[in-house]
């Protein structure tokens, strides 16, 4: 009898283990199945702080910056600076689109002259981006001046999107920015402007950022809060119906232009929202804070996150847009713009010259500015393993490609030619095994060179050809 229960309770045990291990694992596997947030943002009044940046993060309080914290996006048209974007999913999930304010403070821009029109970028993965293009918006309103802080949402009693925006123009003898919102379905085009918010009297309203909340979740199925000197928080069953005012945070001391650029985002894992703000803090710089609640449409239950509870990353975060991302997504979003370093290629034979790209011409300089010019990412080769491909730091996007034997820096345009084209083996120095050079990956028998101080693709049959052809690969 001793022996049976012995055995008893020795399975008994074993399957006390087994239940508490799994118990034990499941959540961790879920934890570590969950696919993250993305968040684009530009970070300042800066020429590089008004392009596009990406942070992700997988609770959606701690953020790293993504591609060295260098930009991913920068616009080459209207006043060349962006800000303030917005990130737009399709409901199939087919389609993105980055809409953001044509303004480059310092560059060009003042706050007041601006641009009446948004930049666009448009994507069907979410990492190879269109040509960018310019979308009027405050060239549609009578007397309208500029167009800032552009947000989309998909409207499913309309079948199209609802985009809103802020503009300075004068109404009924009252000048100042109210939001205007129109419909598009590409956002090439819109449809006539209106007016959406416009608070009394003289009091403006700029940024304003919305988000659905799934049925069931509260009184009504979308939020949204808007930086009208309160910033009032409201609530509706329709997007383009009558919205009911739910309170403002003045309730937590959030009040005039302390806070910008709100953006919403849901826990995937849990029922709690992070309404992120466009904080001017006391020390008087502005970043990203988060405020949570487990209920948008009660104020009184937000609230606001100290230092601790979250980390921005090392790039500076303002005004942006967030959004959880699926599994496919997160892994290509990764992929494309790993934390690889910025660095130089050296040559062998005139080591005080870099090669350089300039006005998308590629050869080898001295004392190169901008810096930025000289600096390119060795990403994993556009086709074939092994093998290397060179964007350059300041163009995002931009590779070097050889064409007609000759390289120019030119965007990729996601087809197998240029892949190609841009692809290289990276091998022992020709001139010096301790140094690199760098063989076509669809002409083997030719090496990237320099001549008369250009960069070409030649074979290489004797001494002046292999030290031309030997490069350091450097900080």
């Given at each position: 009898?001793?022996?049976?229960l012995?055995?008893?309770?020795?399975i008994?045990v074993?399957?006390?283990l087994?239940?508490?291990?799994?118990?034990?694992a499941?959540?961790?596997?879920?934890?570590?199945?969950?696919?993250?947030?993305?968040?684009?943002?530009?970070?300042?009044?800066?020429?590089?702080g008004?392009?596009?940046?990406?942070?992700?993060?997988?609770?959606?309080?701690?953020?790293?910056?993504?591609?060295?914290?260098?930009?991913?996006l920068?616009s080459t048209?209207?006043?060349?600076g962006?800000?303030d974007?917005?990130?737009?999913?399709?409901?199939?999930?087919s389609k993105?689109?980055?809409?953001?304010?044509?303004?480059?403070?310092?560059?060009?821009s003042?706050?007041?002259?601006?641009?009446?029109?948004f930049?666009?970028?448009?994507s069907?993965?979410?990492?190879?981006?269109s040509?960018p293009?310019?979308?009027s918006?405050?060239?549609l309103?009578?007397?309208?001046?500029?167009?800032?802080a552009p947000?989309?949402?998909w409207?499913?009693?309309?079948?199209?999107?609802v985009l809103?925006?802020?503009?300075?123009?004068?109404?009924?003898?009252?000048?100042?920015?109210?939001?205007y919102?129109?419909?598009?379905?590409?956002?090439?085009?819109?449809t006539?402007?209106?007016?959406w918010?416009d608070p009394p009297?003289s009091?403006?309203?700029?940024?304003?950022?919305?988000?659905?909340?799934?049925?069931?979740?509260?009184?009504?199925?979308?939020v949204?809060?808007?930086?009208?000197?309160?910033?009032?928080?409201e609530g509706?069953?329709s997007?383009?119906?009558?919205?009911t005012?739910?309170?403002n945070?003045?309730?937590?001391?959030?009040t005039?232009?302390?806070v910008e650029?709100?953006?919403?985002?849901k826990?995937r894992?849990?029922?709690?929202?992070?309404l992120?703000i466009?904080y001017?803090?006391?020390?008087?710089?502005?970043e990203y804070?988060?405020i949570?609640?487990?209920?948008?449409?009660?104020?009184?239950?937000?609230?606001?996150?100290?230092?601790?509870?979250?980390?921005m990353?090392?790039?500076?975060?303002r005004?942006?847009?967030?959004?959880p991302?699926?599994?496919?997504?997160?892994?290509r979003?990764?992929a494309?713009?790993?934390n690889?370093?910025?660095?130089?290629?050296?040559?062998?034979?005139?080591q005080?010259?870099y090669?350089?790209?300039?006005?998308?011409d590629?050869?080898?300089?001295?004392?190169?500015?901008?810096a930025?010019d000289a600096?390119?990412?060795l990403?994993?080769?556009?086709?074939g393993t092994?093998t290397?491909?060179?964007e350059?730091?300041?163009?995002?996007?931009y590779?070097?490609?050889?064409?007609?034997y000759?390289f120019?820096?030119?965007r990729?345009d996601g087809?197998?030619?240029f892949a190609?084209?841009a692809t290289?083996r990276?091998?022992a120095?020709?001139a010096?095994?301790s140094w690199?050079?760098?063989?076509?990956?669809n002409?083997?028998?030719?090496?990237?060179?320099?001549y008369?101080?250009?960069?070409?693709?030649?074979?290489i049959?004797n001494?002046?050809?292999?030290?031309?052809?030997t490069?350091?690969?450097?900080?």
């Amino acid at each position: 009898m001793s022996v049976v229960l012995s055995r008893l309770a020795a399975i008994l045990v074993a399957v006390g283990l087994l239940l508490t291990s799994q118990t034990l694992a499941a959540p961790e596997r879920a934890a570590a199945a969950d696919p993250g947030y993305l968040m684009v943002h530009f970070t300042g009044d800066s020429a590089t702080g008004q392009m596009l940046y990406l942070a992700h993060s997988t609770d959606g309080m701690h953020w790293n910056d993504l591609n060295g914290g260098a930009p991913v996006l920068n616009s080459t048209i209207g006043t060349k600076g962006v800000r303030d974007p917005a990130l737009v999913r399709s409901p199939d999930g087919s389609k993105y689109w980055i809409v953001a304010t044509d303004l480059c403070i310092r560059c060009g821009s003042t706050y007041t002259n601006g641009s009446p029109n948004f930049v666009v970028w448009e994507s069907t993965d979410l990492v190879n981006w269109s040509k960018p293009w310019l979308l009027s918006a405050a060239g549609l309103i009578p007397g309208g001046k500029n167009a800032w802080a552009p947000e989309a949402i998909w409207n499913p009693e309309t079948n199209d999107y609802v985009l809103y925006w802020a503009t300075n123009a004068t109404v009924n003898g009252v000048f100042k920015y109210r939001i205007y919102a129109a419909r598009t379905k590409d956002f090439r085009t819109i449809t006539t402007p209106q007016i959406w918010i416009d608070p009394p009297g003289s009091t403006p309203v700029v940024d304003t950022q919305m988000t659905e909340v799934p049925s069931g979740a509260g009184a009504y199925r979308y939020v949204r809060v808007s930086g009208d000197g309160q910033n009032t928080v409201e609530g509706t069953n329709s997007i383009l119906g009558t919205w009911t005012n739910l309170g403002n945070l003045a309730s937590i001391g959030l009040t005039g232009n302390v806070v910008e650029g709100p953006a919403w985002m849901k826990f995937r894992d849990r029922n709690e929202w992070a309404l992120y703000i466009d904080y001017n803090n006391p020390q008087g710089v502005r970043e990203y804070r988060p405020i949570l609640t487990t209920d948008p449409f009660s104020v009184s239950s937000y609230r606001l996150q100290d230092a601790v509870s979250y980390d921005m990353g090392g790039t500076p975060k303002r005004h942006g847009a967030i959004t959880p991302l699926m599994a496919a997504e997160e892994s290509r979003v990764l992929a494309r713009w790993p934390n690889t370093p910025a660095q130089r290629l050296q040559s062998f034979n005139f080591q005080d010259r870099y090669v350089r790209h300039t006005n998308l011409d590629v050869r080898i300089d001295p004392d190169v500015s901008p810096a930025a010019d000289a600096q390119f990412r060795l990403r994993p080769g556009l086709t074939g393993t092994g093998t290397v491909s060179f964007e350059s730091v300041n163009m995002p996007g931009y590779f070097l490609r050889h064409f007609n034997y000759d390289f120019q820096l030119v965007r990729n345009d996601g087809s197998s030619q240029f892949a190609q084209d841009a692809t290289f083996r990276k091998t022992a120095g020709l001139a010096d095994s301790s140094w690199s050079s760098f063989q076509s990956y669809n002409h083997p028998d030719r090496y990237i060179r320099h001549y008369a101080y250009q960069l070409r693709l030649d074979p290489i049959t004797n001494a002046t050809g292999r030290s031309d052809a030997t490069f350091r690969v450097t900080s």
